[in-house]
């Protein structure tokens, strides 16, 4: 793998976005994301094995998390360091040349108002290669319903946090199982376990990102 690359992939892992940024601290005064990603296209390294360096520095650092390794402040360094990679990517996703993996449509259950988790699954997904589609907090059934019926093939997330939201979860997993039956859908947040998800109808439960990541994979390469 070219050097460039296996650096732009270091950098996402580590929250490094550009030489200004003083984060992390063995990585001060160092070319972060942002140049090493001109560099890489500058030097015609194409734009999907830049992708692919950028999902695999946000996959680690994802596994990371999962095992309490790292917090959600590295998490969201990483973050910033993907999103510096996206902007110089964009116009390879608007012209066709990069692939997403697929589309991803989340939000967080009516009645719910907490988007922590919510945007952390957001940012790792979209680091994964997906495109997602975020709804908000506070999203009804048929807000959701409508976002499916718009995105034909997508795969939906729902998030809660709050015990009492846990029947409106529910109640639009169903409403999602009678109208696009052939929907993925799966469940995340505090208050829940894979039982919960099961008894909902929920097709998948993730208690993190990384995880969240793992079934999406795993419903695009069935």
């Known amino acids: 793998m070219d050097e460039l690359v296996v650096r732009i992939s270091h950098c996402v892992e580590n929250g490094k976005i550009n030489k200004a940024s003083p984060y992390p601290n063995a990585m001060k005064g160092m070319e972060g994301a942002d ?6 296209l500058d030097a015609a390294i194409g734009p999907d094995a830049i992708l692919q360096a950028c999902n695999d520095g946000m996959q680690r650092i994802g596994e990371r998390f999962s095992r309490n ?18 902007a110089h990517l964009e116009p390879f996703f608007k012209s066709g040349t990069v692939k997403v993996k697929g589309k991803f449509v989340l939000g967080t ?7 922590i988790g ?4 957001r940012m ?3 680091g994964n290669g ?7 907090v506070d999203v009804k059934s048929t807000k959701f319903l409508d976002a499916i019926k718009n995105t034909p093939g997508c795969i939906v997330g729902l998030s809660a946090l709050l015990t009492t939201t846990m029947v409106n979860m529910s109640k639009t997993v169903q409403e999602i199982k009678i109208q696009f039956p052939a929907t993925k859908v799966i469940v995340g947040g505090a208050p829940l376990t ?26 695009s390469a069935a």
Not at 35 to 40: G, N
Not at 109 to 115: E, N, P, R, S, Y
Not at 118 to 121: A, G
Not at 195 to 219: C, E, N, R, W
């Open 118 to 121: 919510k945007n952390l699954v």
């Open 194 to 219: 894979m039982d919960a998800a099961l008894k909902m109808g929920a097709d998948g439960y993730s208690h993190d990102p990384q995880g969240a990541v793992t079934f999406l994979d795993k419903i």
């Open 124 to 126: 790792v997904v979209e």
């Open 109 to 115: 259950v009516a009645g719910d108002l907490h988007d």
């Open 69 to 86: 390794e790292v917090f959600v402040p590295e998490l969201l360094m990483a973050a910033k360091a993907m999103h510096a990679v996206m």
């Open 35 to 40: 140049e090493l990603t001109k560099q890489a």
């Open 130 to 136: 997906w495109e997602v589609i975020d709804l908000g």
